[in-house]
């Protein structure tokens, strides 16, 4: 009998873990289907965003270097080229700090796998 009670245990205990463990990989499913929803949809919005900048940017120049092209059109174009420049490097460190200091991918699920192994670790 007991023989048989430790072999009901171990198959509880096997068919919790599985649970557990297909619980976790649904998680950590979801948390790739959310990034990478995400990700595509920040990464059109960036694509289009950089493209009419940079056609409005370009415009722009174009209408100042014009207006001024009797007078001080070098003094135009190099005061446009430093701007552009100055932005353009600006705009970059941004994008490597917020690159820094992204959360990582699996956030929830590691904690989730944390609060497993510290409820298991007390049992």
Do not use: C, H
């Amino acid at each position: 009998m007991s023989q048989e009670n430790l072999l009901s245990s171990l198959k509880n205990l096997v068919s919790t873990g599985a649970s557990i463990a297909q619980t976790r990989l649904e998680l950590i499913s979801i948390d790739v289907q959310i990034a990478r929803a995400k990700f595509l949809s920040l990464l059109v919005m960036v694509i289009f965003t950089l493209f009419f900048l940079f056609f409005g940017l370009v415009m722009l120049a174009l209408l100042i270097v014009i207006y001024s092209w009797e007078s001080d059109r070098m003094l135009a174009l190099s005061l446009l080229t430093s701007g552009f420049l100055a932005i353009g490097l600006v705009l970059a460190l941004v994008v490597l700090r917020s690159l820094k200091t992204m959360p990582k991918l699996f956030e929830a699920t590691i904690a989730e796998l944390d609060k497993d192994r510290k409820e298991l670790a007390n049992r």
